[in-house]
């Protein structure tokens, strides 16, 4: 199991105004064996107001022969009025991969 967080703020100063992005990100993995591995990744940014999560499952079949899962998903922030938001998904994409290493 590994479990990571992290942050990061940005300061612009432009001639059209200041302003402070700040970016937040977890990332955790679980590995059933060393040839199974899922892994999932949520990212946060205040300028967007955006929440997207990638999570991706990684099984080799053998040394150099991996099969990939990956599911991304998005959301975003909707302002309906001053005193109502709501966060609603706004792309969900899943891809397969397959990556073969041919060795003589």
Do not use: C
């Not at 590994?2 to 940005?10: F, G, M, P, S, V």
């Not at 970016?23 to 205040?46: C, E, I, K, M, R």
């Amino acid at each position: 199991v590994q479990l990571e967080a992290d942050a990061e703020n940005d300061f612009g100063h432009l001639p059209q105004g200041n302003f402070v992005q700040r970016l937040w990100q977890l990332q955790g993995a679980y590995a059933w064996t060393p040839n199974l591995v899922l892994s999932n990744f949520v990212q946060y940014d205040t300028e967007s107001q955006n929440i997207g999560t990638n999570t991706r499952l990684r099984w080799t079949i053998k040394p150099g022969n991996d099969l990939f899962v990956v599911w991304n998903r998005g959301w975003q922030r909707l302002i309906l009025s001053s005193h109502d938001t709501s966060i609603v998904p706004q792309s969900d994409i899943v891809a397969m991969k397959i990556r073969w290493t041919f060795r003589p």
